[in-house]
């Protein structure tokens, strides 16, 4: 096969099997060409296929989303989509915890 060159920075890439996950939720192994310069890995249009289907299969495809910050009173208020609500099981007056996620989000947990 002919050698890929990294779209990023130009490096070599080896065909190795790598983990991918999504949302944090682990969908299994998939080939990927995987930069040995940078660590960018590259799937083919077969293995995205794959892969899309394994998130459909877990219920994960689509589910991120853009929604827009409200204001309440002294607080922001973020609505949250039912499915992706439902997704991780939470309820109407359930407390959550809400986490900086370094300087870029935020992480919710129940
Ligand atoms: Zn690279």
Do not use: H, W
């Not at 077969?46 to 998130?55: F, R």
């Not at 039912?82 to 986490?99: H, P, R």
Request: aromatic share 8%; proline share 3%; with cysteine.
């Amino acid at each position: 096969m002919e050698k890929m060159m990294c779209m990023l920075c130009g490096g070599t890439t080896k065909k190795e099997q790598v983990r991918y996950a999504e949302f944090g939720v682990p969908l299994g192994r998939f080939s990927a060409e995987v930069c040995q310069k940078c660590g960018e890995e590259f799937f083919d249009e077969k293995t995205a296929d794959k892969i899309q289907a394994a998130s459909k299969k877990a219920g994960l495809f689509g589910m991120g989303r853009k929604v827009k910050i409200a204001e309440l009173g002294n607080s922001f208020a973020v609505r949250i989509p039912k499915d992706l609500a439902k997704l991780i099981k939470l309820k109407k007056g359930q407390e959550v915890s809400i986490t900086p996620d370094g300087k870029k989000g935020f992480r919710i947990g129940v």
